[in-house]
Nanobody
Framework: QVQLVESGGGLVQPGGSLTLSCAASGPTLHYSAIAWFRQAPGKEREGVACVSASGSFTKYEDSVKGRFTISRDNTRNMVYLQMNSLKPEDTAVYYC?????????????????WGQGIQVTVSS
């Protein structure tokens, strides 16, 4: 089991940037890929970005490619999501999640531990 706590959300203008942080802990952390998911009102939760257990591999949902960057620091047990060129459609609650596996996935069924979520609002 992995414990996850998100921080860094808030309100940002379109075109702006924001960095989300995820503090992770637990005995299986270093064997788990970590991903960011998001859920907008009235929509299903979707995988946004995932980083492998080693940090060497990443995977992104098509709409965020080139704008978002996921990274992890295994020495500090932290995972980050750098979000640039933000759009109103990026508005959602963002969740950090730990996978059952070490490789990258973006399907919620592959993740067994979840943070409580943090709001990101992109609006002028």
């Amino acid at each position: 089991q992995v414990q996850l706590v998100e921080s860094g959300g808030g309100l940002v203008q379109p075109g702006g940037s924001l960095t989300l942080s995820c503090a992770a802990s637990g005995p299986t952390l270093h064997y788990s890929a970590i991903a960011w998911f998001r859920q907008a009102p009235g929509k299903e939760r979707e995988g946004v970005a995932c980083v492998s257990a080693s940090g060497s591999f990443t995977k992104y949902e098509d709409s965020v490619k080139g704008r978002f960057t996921i990274s992890r620091d295994n020495t500090r047990n932290m995972v980050y999501l750098q979000m640039n060129s933000l759009k109103p459609e990026d508005t959602a609650v963002y969740y950090c999640a730990a996978s059952y596996y070490s490789d990258t996935f973006l399907e919620a069924r592959d993740f067994g531990s979840w943070g409580q979520g943090i709001q990101v609002t992109v609006s002028s």
